[in-house]
């Protein structure tokens, strides 16, 4: 799932919590906006996590097991390239910083995750096979997070408990595949990589004028929908698919950059999700009038970017 579309998703949903809540809508834009740092954070999170264990794993593995001579599995993680340069990055190292004081009231945790390293090493060999190459390393080290991280959830909520992480069961499978793609994309190279930034100003702005336009303008986008759809009056629409088809108009009226098509297509795959087929197909059919209508009457200024 793209960033983009998971901010949709989430604008969707408080957007169905404002129409139900009848709460003032400023103040669920704010819980909106706090639910995407919170989720930006909790990314951040998963790499300092990365850091600390690799720091503290060479002082546990002593307290392991003292009269064991194999710790392939500890040395492929205190040694694993990949999350030295994540430790280089300057971001990271200045959220790692803010960190340390969380994460050494959390050692338990840290050797709670290398104990259990150690269980899959005797279950799964490859976790016991010495990595010979920075490839190697990498593989080693989505298998932990795989094996580790993803399938731990009761582990992993309890790191980020009394933290300024809020954890929400429903987001982080989106977390896992952001961390997965950051570590997939990083190579002996490029020690300057790119993390995503979902609380980033340009992601900011989109949502919050989705957000915004979606609720101000959607009398006229509901007059719109009446207009065009035969038999069906808005009144009839369930609210997530009247919700969807608000905020498609809204970026084909008000987001200038984003093309019809995508649009159209992004709706749709979150209709597959929150909808019922007929209301898929409901959702596909409206929009396609709509955005005939709407480039009929010459109301759709769309900017053409050139790369």
Same mark, same amino acid.
């Given at each position: 799932?793209?960033?983009?579309?998971?901010?949709?998703?989430?604008?969707?949903?408080?957007?169905?919590?404002?129409?139900?809540?009848?709460?003032?809508?400023?103040?669920?834009?704010?819980?909106?906006?706090?639910?995407?740092?919170?989720?930006?954070?909790?990314?951040?999170?998963?790499?300092?996590?990365?850091?600390?264990?690799?720091?503290?794993?060479?002082?546990?593995?002593?307290?392991?097991?003292?009269?064991?001579?194999?710790?392939?599995?500890?040395?492929?993680?205190?040694?694993?390239?990949?999350?030295?340069?994540?430790? +280089?990055?300057?971001?990271?190292?200045?959220?790692? +910083?803010?960190?340390?004081?969380?994460?050494?009231?959390?050692?338990?945790?840290?050797?709670?995750?290398?104990?259990?390293?150690?269980?899959?090493?005797?279950?799964?060999?490859?976790?016991?096979?010495?990595?010979?190459?920075?490839?190697?390393?990498?593989?080693?080290?989505?298998?932990?997070?795989?094996?580790?991280?993803?399938?731990?959830?009761?582990?992993?909520?309890?790191?980020?408990?009394?933290?300024?992480?809020?954890?929400?069961?429903?987001?982080?499978?989106?977390?896992?595949?952001?961390?997965?793609?950051?570590?997939?994309?990083?190579?002996?190279?490029?020690?300057?990589?790119?993390?995503?930034?979902?609380?980033?100003?340009? +992601?900011?702005?989109?949502?919050?004028?989705?957000?915004?336009?979606?609720?101000?303008?959607?009398?006229?986008?509901?007059?719109?929908?009446?207009?065009?759809?035969?038999?069906?009056?808005?009144?009839?629409?369930?609210?997530?698919?009247?919700?969807?088809?608000?905020?498609?108009?809204?970026?084909?009226?008000?987001?200038?950059?984003?093309?019809?098509?995508?649009?159209? +297509?992004?709706?749709?795959?979150?209709?597959?999700?929150?909808?019922?087929?007929?209301?898929?197909?409901?959702?596909?059919?409206?929009?396609?009038?709509?955005?005939?209508?709407?480039?009929?009457?010459?109301?759709?200024?769309?900017?053409?970017?050139?790369?």
């Amino acid at each position: 799932m793209s960033i983009r579309r998971y901010l949709r998703i989430q604008c969707m949903k408080f957007l169905y919590a404002q129409y139900l809540s009848k709460i003032d809508l400023y103040k669920v834009e704010k819980n909106l906006l706090e639910n995407i740092k919170s989720l930006n954070n909790f990314y951040v999170h998963f790499f300092c996590l990365m850091i600390t264990i690799q720091e503290n794993s060479l002082n546990i593995k002593k307290q392991l097991n003292r009269k064991e001579e194999k710790f392939n599995y500890i040395d492929n993680f205190s040694c694993n390239s990949v999350i030295k340069i994540l430790s +280089n990055h300057q971001y990271l190292v200045d959220q790692y +910083n803010d960190r340390k004081i969380f994460f050494k009231n959390k050692k338990e945790s840290i050797f709670f995750f290398l104990q259990e390293l150690k269980k899959k090493s005797k279950k799964y060999k490859f976790f016991e096979v010495p990595c010979s190459s920075f490839e190697e390393e990498k593989k080693f080290l989505l298998k932990c997070y795989q094996f580790l991280f993803i399938s731990s959830e009761t582990w992993i909520e309890s790191l980020v408990q009394d933290s300024y992480i809020l954890y929400e069961k429903e987001n982080i499978d989106f977390v896992h595949q952001m961390v997965k793609k950051t570590l997939q994309l990083i190579n002996n190279s490029n020690n300057d990589f790119k993390l995503y930034n979902i609380y980033n100003k340009e +992601n900011k702005k989109f949502i919050l004028n989705l957000y915004r336009n979606t609720i101000f303008h959607k009398e006229k986008f509901n007059h719109l929908i009446n207009k065009i759809s035969d038999n069906w009056n808005v009144e009839r629409i369930s609210i997530i698919d009247l919700i969807l088809l608000q905020m498609a108009i809204c970026e084909f009226l008000y987001f200038p950059h984003i093309p019809p098509k995508v649009t159209i +297509n992004e709706y749709i795959e979150i209709a597959k999700i929150f909808c019922m087929k007929k209301s898929t197909m409901f959702v596909n059919g409206i929009l396609d009038k709509a955005l005939k209508y709407l480039q009929e009457k010459n109301k759709i200024y769309k900017k053409i970017l050139f790369k």
